[in-house]
Structure formats: C-alpha cells, structure tokens
C-alpha cells in the first residue's frame, strides 16, 4: 500500500511539473507573438503619416502652380500696359533713330518730319544714308521723368548728340562765303558740305534736356514734332535756325 501511495505521489508531482513547464511555454509563445505584432502596428502609423505628408506635398505644389500662374498674368498686364505708355513710345522712336529703322520710328511720330528741320530745301536721295548715320551715330539718351494728364503727356529727356549749332554754324558760313566769292553751289555740293562737317570731330557733342511732349491719336502714343523734339535729337538746331531766320527777316 505504501507502494503505491509513493508511486502516486511521484506520478502527481511530475503532473505538476508537466503543468508548469507547459505554462512557461505558453507564457514564452504569447510574448513572442505580441512583440512579433507591435513591428505591424508600427507600419500602419508610418504609413498613415506618408499618406498625409503626401497630401501636404501635393497641396504646396497647387499652391505654387497658382502662384506661378498669378505672377505670369500680373507680368502680361503690366508688358501690355507698359507697351501703350508715353514712355515707350518715346524709348521705341529713340531706339529707332539710333538703328535708323525708320518703319519703328513712324509707328509714333514723322520721320520726315523731322529730318526735314534739318535737310529742309536740300533734294536728299542716295546721300540720305550717309546724313543719317553722321545724324545719329553720336545719339544717347536718358529718360527722366512722364507725365500724363488724359490723352497728353510729357516725357522728359535727357539727349546727347552731336553739337549741331557748331556743325550747321560752319556749314552756313561755308555756303555763305561761298556765295560772296560768286561761286554757284549745287545741291549735291550743299549735301557734301554738311556730311563733312557732321562727320568733323572737332564739332564735338552737346546735351540738352527737353520735355517730349505727346498726344494719344486711336489709343496709341504719338510724339509731337515741336521746337522741342527737334531739339532733343539735333541740339542747337533751334539756335541756327532762329538767328537764320533774324537775319532774314531783317
């Protein structure tokens, strides 16, 4: 009897350790299991948090596009308005006579006009280049300032060109002493003579400054050909021409 009471015993207690041992098992599984799950938790969270800073990413790159978008149309309306102002017409016609495109130069006032202050009572044809290149090849400018009121306006320039009141000064005298010599003097000869003391250095340059003054014909900036203008492209033309005209006069 007391056999098989110690053998019971035996058999229960390795029972127990069985029980035990299964129990750590178990416990060991389970804690594998859940730090093998928290690595999958954590991806769903970055990958929420990728999702929402590609939306971000998507909104910044709208909000540039529109930007972008404002900036160019801002930039269009202001080239448009900035091409039908009085400044411009002025900068575009003193460009011109600068590269002597004369097609520039009448979109906004007569170059006839005002080559004929100068050439006036001269029958110019194939020598006309040859003027135009001694008129022009000295000729720099600076805008100062624009006024408008309506549909006028005044630009004030600052010019530098050659001394014309020293170069058709000579001219004149040239012709003059000519005259009193009993020499005839040709047309030809006349054009020759003003080339010459056009293209003479020692004429030197002179600058003035001049209100450009402009009116708006079918909505487009048209520049007066005054005693001003002509000034501001010939200086001292005005001063020849006027004490020509004393003397005459007289």
Not at 214 to 239: C, H, M, Q, T
């Amino acid at each position: 009897m007391k056999k098989e009471s110690s053998a019971n015993n035996e058999k229960k207690s390795k029972a127990k350790v069985e029980q035990k041992t299964e129990n750590k098992v178990e416990k060991k599984s389970v804690s594998k299991t859940e730090v093998k799950a928290e690595p999958k938790a954590e991806s769903k969270i970055k990958g929420t948090v990728t999702i929402k800073e590609k939306h971000k990413t998507d909104y910044a790159k709208w909000i540039g596009i529109v930007v972008a978008i404002i900036v160019l149309v801002a930039m269009i309306i202001g080239i448009v308005f900035f091409t039908k102002s009085p400044y411009y017409a002025v900068m575009k016609t003193f460009n011109a006579l600068k590269s002597e495109r004369v097609n520039i130069i009448n979109n906004y006032v007569s170059y006839q006009e005002i080559m004929d202050s100068l050439i006036d009572g001269l029958n110019v044809g194939e020598e006309m280049s040859e003027i135009e290149k001694n008129c022009f090849d000295k000729f720099e400018y600076k805008i100062n300032s624009v006024k408008t009121e309506g549909d006028t306006a005044i630009v004030t320039v600052e010019t530098t060109n050659k001394n014309f009141r020293n170069a058709l000064t000579k001219w004149t005298q040239s012709i003059y002493q000519r005259f009193i010599n009993g020499e005839e003097i040709s047309n030809e000869q006349g054009i020759n003579l003003l080339n010459e003391y056009l293209s003479d250095e020692s004429i030197g340059t002179m600058s003035v400054t001049k209100d450009i003054n402009l009116n708006k014909v079918d909505n487009k900036w048209r520049l007066n050909v005054d005693e001003n203008l002509k000034d501001a492209v010939f200086p001292g033309l005005s001063e020849v021409v006027n004490s020509i005209d004393a003397l005459t006069t007289d």
